[in-house]
């Protein structure tokens, strides 16, 4: 233990006879090493922010959406290539509100709503805004997160009815209204008049949605009087006992199978997903997208490690005569071996140190600005962030070191004492 202490204290000696050169070599691993603090706590921050959306919708659903056929056996490759179809325009049209109706006669099921999405202008008075419609089952304020601030939800005999009614989100409503009352007042929807019975209470955004922009209404309104459609996009079940979301999400595959008679699973126009999927497809993502990033800061850490490898070098061609002596006066090959071995061990962990200092600052910079723009994410740092950076110092020292240092080692002490 003596030993390597020794050689400890000899290796900063070395380092703060040459200041500008090891700040340099230590440089490309603060570099590297906040880098990699950084990723972990984005990776967390990114996961605790999406994991908030997605309970924000409810932890006790299943939700159906629609779906691309394919040739393929489903995965997440099938189904990233549904979504880009559909997002290019490719329609669905065979999710009916008769299919929601028979997912809600399943014993697990307390109730559920269906919905479709468009865009119009909404005007009242001299003001006229971009609007998302959104048309939802009267079930929706019962099973959604999201809250009634003045007015009351639609009901159902105002779905059923086609009546022209609309629930306005927060944000729009103050486009719209200003700080006067909406409730009552009559709006202009697809050159219609619409009346507002309800306000929602301010929520935010949720996975790219803004649902206080929202002008909510009937879904058979929406469907009929200005889409002039009868499908829909995406269901949404809640359920008695989450603990059998998988069963009941089953069960609601076969239902769905038969009354769109679809007897090969690959040819299914719909995916019935439950909350447990969703993590493990957020889990998938947000390791993947580390692990990536890692991969690329690898690539930084590797430029320090050459620079260890240089300085090491140089240094050893410097102290050519120092190593002489010493092995002249009884030093053996263990002992350089241990000396340049720890002095490389200790500029990448002195970097390291500052890299994690460093990164925890700017990972709190970072989460500090996120939430400046209106996200709710946390700044957190998971402990294998220290332990890969760490790990990351001592062995890239290990392997950049070890060179130089068998080098240095094996100099003949006559011939390294003649060099002086």
Do not use: C
Not at 251 to 258: F, G, N, S
């Amino acid at each position: 233990m003596g030993k390597i202490v020794n050689a400890a204290k000899m290796s900063f000696k070395s380092m703060s006879a040459n200041k500008l050169r090891t700040a340099l070599t230590v440089l490309g691993i603060v570099i590297g090493v906040s880098s990699v603090i950084m990723v972990y706590s984005a990776g967390e921050g990114i996961y605790n922010l999406l994991l908030k959306q997605i309970e924000s919708f409810g932890t006790n659903i299943i939700e159906t959406e629609i779906r691309v056929p394919s040739n393929k056996k489903a995965d997440g490759a099938v189904d990233q290539q549904s979504n880009s179809a559909i997002s290019s325009g490719v329609q669905i049209t065979t999710l009916k509100l008769t299919d929601m109706d028979d997912l809600k006669k399943m014993s697990n099921v307390v109730d559920g709503y269906a919905a479709i999405m468009s865009q119009d202008q909404a005007s009242y008075g001299g003001e006229t805004k971009k609007a998302f419609l959104s048309g939802v089952s009267a079930a929706y304020i019962k099973i959604d997160k999201g809250e009634i601030d003045s007015g009351r939800f639609f009901s159902e005999d105002e779905d059923k009815s086609l009546a022209q009614v609309v629930v306005l989100g927060s944000n729009l409503k103050e486009k719209l209204f200003g700080d006067s009352d909406a409730v009552g007042k009559f709006l202009t929807l697809h050159k219609e008049k619409y009346q507002v019975v309800g306000v929602m209470k301010e929520r935010g955004g949720s996975l790219g949605m803004n649902f206080d922009d929202y002008v909510y209404l009937p879904i058979k309104t929406l469907q009929k009087k200005i889409m002039g459609i009868d499908h829909v996009m995406y269901m949404v079940h809640q359920l008695k006992d989450p603990a059998r979301a998988a069963e009941t999400a089953a069960e609601a595959t076969d239902i769905l199978r038969a009354n769109h008679e679809i007897t090969d699973p690959v040819k299914d126009d719909f995916a019935v997903v439950t909350m447990e999927e969703m993590m493990k497809t957020l889990n998938t993502i947000t390791g993947a997208l580390t692990i990536l990033l890692l991969a690329i800061i690898t690539i930084s850490l590797i430029v320090g490690g050459v620079g260890i490898l240089n300085v090491m070098h140089v240094s050893v061609s410097e102290r050519t005569a120092e190593i002489g002596l010493r092995k002249a006066v009884g030093a053996n090959y263990r002992d350089i071996m241990r000396q340049f071995l720890t002095e490389s061990v200790v500029i990448t962990l002195f970097g390291g140190l500052i890299g994690m200092l460093v990164g925890v600052l700017a990972s709190w910079g970072l989460a500090f600005g996120a939430r400046s723009f209106g996200l709710d994410w946390q700044f957190s740092i998971p402990l294998k962030a220290f332990v890969v950076s760490f790990t990351f110092s001592a062995a890239f020292g290990i392997i950049f070191g070890i060179g130089p240092a068998k080098r240095a080692a094996r100099l003949d002490p006559v011939e390294a004492m003649r060099r002086e």
